[in-house]
């Protein structure tokens, strides 16, 4: 936890003032693991019944979550990363021709995307119809000119612990955003802003928050979660078909 807090401080971000969030640390999530994995096989099945177990479980463990109809805040850290929007910068590197550091400015005179779609977490809750808005993950790619040998891509939080990953076809898909907005306004810091990454198809866990780096390579590295036992291909119902 202290080699987070100094990797957090040299990045210029700092803990919430207020609203602490919830610590889900690897302990937590791994005690519900069992049933994360009954979400990963139903798929889009996944209703209030199997929320409300959830839920039951993580009262027992001390982790109060909001009702079945609002976003529960998660952190791996114990804390989140604030960074004001005038200093936000996201790295694209890697294996691309012209690696990039985009500002909030950067990313808003970019081509905009809107979806309204619904967030689904592995352990079964979720929220429908979310507004969110950004930049298509692959016109940031295409941008940066994509080396022909890359196959994936690495993605990096400001809270200097938390990682995810995607193939370069999965990350090339239309759903696949930079979002800077979503509910109709910035992304907030405990949502994961001022950019965050949104993956429609699949589980929430891939959506990373308080995205600041982005690298191409060439071989898909599990990410945090996938390090303690979860699917690295996280889709929600089966592989999309388009």
Known sequence: MAASGSRQKRAGVSKPPDKPPVHMGRRTMLGILGLTGIGIAIGTKIDDRLGGVISDISSTIGVPLPGADQFRFYTVTGEYPVIPADTYELTVDGMVREPLKLNIADLRAMKRTHLV??????????????????????????????????????????????????????????????????????????????????????????????????????????????????????????????
Not at 190 to 216: C, F, Q, T
């Open 117 to 242: 779609h619904r967030f689904q977490c592995v352990t079964g809750w979720y929220v429908p119809n979310v507004p969110w808005e950004g930049v298509r993950l692959s016109d940031v790619l295409d941008r940066a000119g994509v080396d022909p040998n890359a196959s994936a891509l690495r993605f990096f939080s400001a809270d200097g612990v938390y990682t995810e990953s995607l193939t370069l076809a999965q990350a090339r898909l239309p759903n696949i955003l930079v979002a800077d907005k979503m509910l109709d306004g910035n992304v907030t810091a405990d949502h994961g802003g001022p950019v965050r990454l949104y993956v429609a198809p699949m589980y929430g866990y891939k959506s990373i928050k308080w995205m600041n780096r982005i690298e191409v390579t060439n071989e898909v590295t599990p990410g945090y979660w996938e390090d303690n036992g979860y699917p690295t291909n996280a889709w929600i119902g089966g592989v999309p078909t388009s």
